[in-house]
């Protein structure tokens, strides 16, 4: 589901974790011991009604950036409340991107725009 979204790339972080990244920012991250735990942000009104959920918590080092953890995959969302959540973590993370690094942005020249001419 995570590769399925545009430019997504994926990295194995901290020895056991799978990370999904756009542009090199971080928006899903899955342990790849039992019990197979994902976590990812959301807004700040899912993250209050997510956490309600048993089997749901603020996810460690992250909560205070809105980040949740399911604490075993596929054991509270299904597939189908996960999809969704997960789109949102990667729209949430694309948007706060500079444009030139969103994909399909266009590549950058390398070519600096020429300053006005200074008036005296």
């Not at 909560?63 to 596929?74: F, I, S, T």
Request: glycine content about 6%; some cysteine; charged content about 30%.
């Amino acid at each position: 589901m995570c590769r399925a979204l545009p430019a997504v790339t994926e990295d194995i972080k901290w020895g056991h974790d799978l990370c999904f990244c756009v542009a090199e920012r971080m928006f899903a991250v899955v342990n790849l011991e039992a019990p197979h735990a994902i976590a990812f942000k959301c807004t700040p009104e899912s993250f209050g009604e997510l956490i309600e959920r048993p089997g749901i918590i603020p996810a460690p080092y992250m909560a205070r950036n809105m980040w949740v953890m399911e604490q075993e995959l596929g054991g509270v969302l299904s597939r189908r409340e996960l999809e969704p959540l997960i789109k949102m973590s990667y729209d949430l993370v694309l948007a706060r991107l500079p444009k030139s690094r969103r994909p399909g942005a266009a590549p950058r020249t390398g070519k600096r725009r020429q300053a006005a001419p200074r008036k005296r």
